[in-house]
């Protein structure tokens, strides 16, 4: 086991939120297709309100801490705040379009030992990033800021969400990130908007593309690795957790609500009421998602691919419920291995009894047999 | 044993918390992460640059843990030459103000 996996393993049993993501705005001078926030929300925390937050997770033992958006440069009060995170002694990560990041503001940020500058660039072409971003330039003004950053030693890691626009470039995005020595993630999952609104997951892959990139060694490493079906699961597994949403992790808005991750919208509390403590520990939210094992989960557990899969709790939130499958997930896993999920065969089968032929159905059943 | 006198300040590029009765620290240059255990620990958390090594040696190691003086201050010269060497602390002759 790492260090890190040591830590993690600590803090969950010492009921730490090891990792926080603060957004500190959600505004944006960027408009990307598939963002799940609502850009107009008004009524942002001041900057003390803002640095009250990050000294109460001081206080509660958080170590990781990004600060996101939005745009967070947007806030003229943005380095300000990240000198107060570095005063506390966090390793603290920015996530930033960066097109705001002159040669001062690199300089500022190698300057307050900002561990990482995590940058989405959606493709290599100006003509489909740009239209992805809704800002003219950006790509442009986003390359410019990594040269200057990594030409300071600034750690900069480039996350190309993939989606039907930009699935082609993403082996050109990789090469390009390999050029200007930063590292290289994919995320092939676009997901609903904060609200609830599922519109923007039409812009999502398809299975057959997203079984192209599981199936691209570049992405992937060693792909029939990547690629196998699960294991047997063992009782580690079963008494254990989907993810670290709420248990060492949590997302707190730049309106003070408090939720166990960005991607898990369910409301625990608020910071302008409450302390971060008194939501940390006595939420009853919280309670009731940390009491929930995988052997508790009624689809998901008895599933084949329980060992591997990356369900989202989150997801599964919004699909209905917090112990319920995260379809997305159902089709990584399937898209991963050929073999579909139990909440994919229970959905089929329910397709086919109504008389409705849905459209994995028939794979489903020439695989059972 | 000669000991001679120093002054150890924690360096402004690491990140670091107490996790339990240990402290995790890491390097905002390189990331390299370090887990010190209750006796580093408590060297670290007394490194503010203006204490005299000895007297955190005699304070913080030697009362409050189990060991002789003589294993209290080879510890602590261990664990700060180890941590000086990847620039996670820094030792200097005289008092600092940090």
Redesign the interface.
Known sequence: MS??E??NQ??SA?G?P?SAHLDITWRCNERCVHCYLDHDVKGEMSTEEIKGVIRQL?EA???FLSISGGEPLLRQDCFEILEYA?SL????KLKTNAVMIGQKEAERLQQL???QIQISVYSHRPEIHDAITKLPGSLRRTLDAIRRMTAL?L?VSITDVLMKHNVTDGRHVQKLAKELGVAFVIDPTITPMLSGDRSILSLGLSGKELEEVFRTEEFVGNVGEFCAPSGAVDDDVLDGHSCSAGHTLVYISPFGDVFPCVQFPMPCGNLRTQSFRDIWYGSTELKELRGVTVRDLPTCSSCGHVGSCTRCPGQAYLEGSMRGPSSADCEKSYARTGIPSANMMLKSEAAMASGMAWQASAQLVQIRL | MAYSEKYVAKSTTIASRLLGDETIVMSTVDSTLFSLNPTASAIWEAADGKTPLSRIVQEKLYVEFDITLEQARADAEEFIAELAAHGILVVYDRPIAQ
């Open positions: 260090l890190l040591e830590m600590k803090a010492l730490i090891l001081a033992g958080t170590f570095r002694r966090f390793n603290v030992g900002i561990e030693g750690k």
